[in-house]
């Protein structure tokens, strides 16, 4: 049962997608018009978001010697968001078996770079969220909207804990803390600001996606709606969290006053942008990628032999 548990959840959260956009068809296409400059936009803000993406993961993991160029990185970013459309999380699994065999990275030191990347992404964007809802949203900072992103933002104190303090964490709940060397602390303040940047970039192309409708929903909101994407993040029984990131911004949407058709809608005209972006780039840089793991094998093989 546990084999088909993702292929059956993912079929039924599309099914109840699919049926969503359905029953309001007729809204959609009264509302709605697929403009292709802006869905060009739309695309061109998540090309520009993942080539961010890529400098953010060399910064960080420059920091725990891995020495690749910001070229390499943004292949190696899109091809994860291009796998993580197939079962069992395989876009993580590619990057740390890419790191491994062609950057000689350790599994183990692979693993610790990635959580404290993950939970610095998770603090940032819940700090983000947070200032914007304060700013434009007051009302919800002590509701489930604020709480939630205060959480995330809570996350993150391990990260900036005095040395002193750090240590005195005890490593059977915070692993992470004594394995990530100084150069990565270094860097965490560029790398938040970078993924700051991105979630700025996919909130642009959220917003261009709410204006090809007749919904009336500003930026402030794009950004707490992006912000709280972040967390599908964690849902790897779906790939690439299919129709849960556009249910948790419809659900927002509701929490926030807007309306939850005109979230899921623009969410999912986001979505297909995205599609578009990494199916269109991954065929050819998984190729890429896979081209450089054979390489290395083949030096791997002389110098042993």
Not at 36 to 46: D, N, Q, S, Y
Not at 269 to 290: C, D, K, P
Request: proline share 4%; aromatic share 10%; charged share 15%.
């Amino acid at each position: 049962m546990k084999r088909w548990l993702p292929s059956v959840v993912t079929l039924l959260v599309l099914a109840v997608l699919s049926g969503f956009l359905y029953e309001n068809r007729g809204y959609i296409g009264d509302s709605y018009s697929l403009r292709p400059g802006l869905f060009a936009g739309v695309a061109g803000l998540t090309l520009a978001s993942l080539f961010v993406r890529g400098i953010a993961n060399r910064l960080h993991f420059a920091g725990l010697g891995v020495t690749a160029s910001t070229f390499d990185w943004f292949r190696l970013v899109t091809v994860t968001s291009f796998t993580n459309y197939l079962p069992l999380s395989a876009g993580l699994v590619a990057k740390a078996v890419f790191l491994n065999r062609v950057h000689a990275m350790p599994y183990r030191r692979f693993a610790v770079g990635q959580t404290t990347l993950l939970v610095l992404i998770i603090s940032t964007t819940g700090a983000c969220g947070l200032s914007v809802v304060a700013l434009a949203f007051p009302e919800h900072l002590v509701d489930i909207v604020g709480l939630g992103f205060a959480l995330m933002l809570a996350s993150g104190v391990l990260l900036v804990l005095p040395e002193g303090l750090r240590e005195a964490v005890s490593p059977k709940w915070f692993p992470f803390a004594a394995n990530v060397g100084p150069e990565a602390r270094r860097n965490w303040p560029w790398v938040a600001l970078c993924q700051a940047a991105m979630l700025l970039a996919s909130s642009f192309g959220l917003k261009l996606c709410f204006e090809m409708g007749e919904s009336d929903v500003g930026l402030a909101a794009c950004i707490i709606f992006t912000a709280a994407a972040v967390l599908t993040r964690f849902v790897t029984v779906v790939p690439g969290a299919l129709g849960v990131r556009e249910f948790l911004i419809g659900g927002l949407a509701v929490l926030t006053g807007f309306d939850l058709r005109d979230a899921v809608v623009a969410s999912t005209l986001a979505r297909a942008a995205e599609i578009v972006v990494v199916f269109g780039l991954g065929g050819v840089l998984t190729w890429s990628l896979s081209k450089d793991l054979v390489d290395a094998a083949r030096v791997d093989g002389e110098r042993r032999s």
